[in-house]
């Protein structure tokens, strides 16, 4: 059986109680604080507005390409925005890169930031001289190989 708002009010004002000391009124005034918040949820649950704020989101998901964007990239799982996709975030969806890059038909080589994130990246790869070492170790194992 679902609980009722002053159900939910009175555990969670029970919960901040044992974490802190509270005075009667900071009591009154949470509960009443609380009880609005979960009310004006549960409209907006009843309401829709959930579900208008979910479509806005699906638009930039339908496509994989476009959610790697210049400043952000956007979960195909969930629809939230990021710089980069952390393996944390993809094992909350129980992915980790390389499913959620087959999954969306994404290049294995496709990073999962943002592309300034990328370029960013990239130029700082560059200014260590990592191609170049790069260059070095494939020279070295074609001379090897022959």
Not at 20 to 31: F, N, Y
């Amino acid at each position: 059986m679902a609980k009722t708002l002053v159900e939910m009010t009175q555990e969670i004002i029970q919960s901040q109680i044992s974490s802190k000391q509270m005075t009667l009124d900071e009591i009154k005034s949470a509960c009443t604080d609380i009880f609005q918040t979960l009310k004006s949820l549960q409209e907006a649950e009843t309401n829709g507005a959930d579900t208008e704020q979910q479509e806005g989101n699906a638009a930039p998901i339908a496509d994989p390409k476009k959610s790697i964007q210049k400043n952000k990239i956007i979960c195909m799982e969930c629809g939230q925005e990021f710089r980069m996709l952390s393996p944390k975030h993809l094992a909350s969806h129980g992915l980790n890169s390389k499913t959620y890059r087959k999954k969306y038909g994404l290049s294995a080589r496709q990073p999962l930031c943002s592309k300034t994130l990328s370029e960013k990246r990239s130029a700082s790869g560059k200014e260590r001289g990592l191609p170049e070492n790069l260059r070095k170790y494939l020279d070295a194992r074609s001379a090897k190989n022959k």
